[in-house]
């Protein structure tokens, strides 16, 4: 008797063909950014902005995995009548207090990205990208509340528009967040 030997090369090109598969899969795997949790994704706190108003504000958290953001929305917080912005030409500056391991220090957002608006539009900023400062996995970041009125030195928010109004509005946050992001 005699074993064929149509049936031994199939079972022997199987292991092979799976091998190879589940090494393309872990070098993918490696290869790809994979988006790290941020929780809570949204959390709201109170700005006073001067002449923009005051009032609450929306603050909407992301990480991708190779940058972290954050974007405003307020109601509350608008363009004053009379006033405009060109798309992307408000820089935006958050600042927002982090806690890492027991110990707190200070982290910063900015961009230059913005709807075009209008008086009385209400604001959105960004996604601001954080620009000083760091963030690990398990930091929590809130609002830096500080004491009213806002100046240009005396800040938690600042709104920088260019074109074709020109104005720098500080702003304080009133409240801490709803929630502390937790990155």
């Known amino acids: 008797m005699s074993i064929s030997s149509g049936h031994t090369p199939s079972r022997r090109r199987l292991p092979l063909v799976l091998g190879a598969a589940c090494s393309v899969g872990a070098m ?5 950014p994979t988006a790290s949790a941020v929780a809570p994704l949204t959390a709201t706190a109170s700005y006073n902005c001067g002449s923009w108003g005051s009032g609450l504000a929306t603050l909407t958290a992301a990480d991708s995995g190779t940058s972290k953001t954050i974007k405003i929305t307020s109601t509350a917080i608008t363009m004053p009548a009379g006033t405009s912005a ?61 004491p009213a009125p806002p100046s240009t030195t005396n800040w938690s928010l600042q709104i920088v528009a260019s074109s074709p109004t020109s104005a720098t509005v500080p702003c304080v946050a009133t409240t801490n967040q709803s929630a502390p992001f937790v990155w």
Do not use: H
Request: hydrophobic fraction near 35%.
């Open 86 to 146: 060109d798309p992307n030409s408000i820089t935006t500056t958050l600042k927002l207090t982090k806690t890492s391991g027991g110990v707190t220090s200070q982290v910063q957002f900015s961009a230059k990205t913005n709807p075009g608006l209008s008086g009385g539009n209400p604001i959105t900023l960004g996604p601001l990208k954080l620009i000083s400062g760091t963030l690990a996995a398990g930091d929590s970041t809130n609002s830096v509340v500080l």
């Open 28 to 32: 993918l795997a490696l290869s790809s």
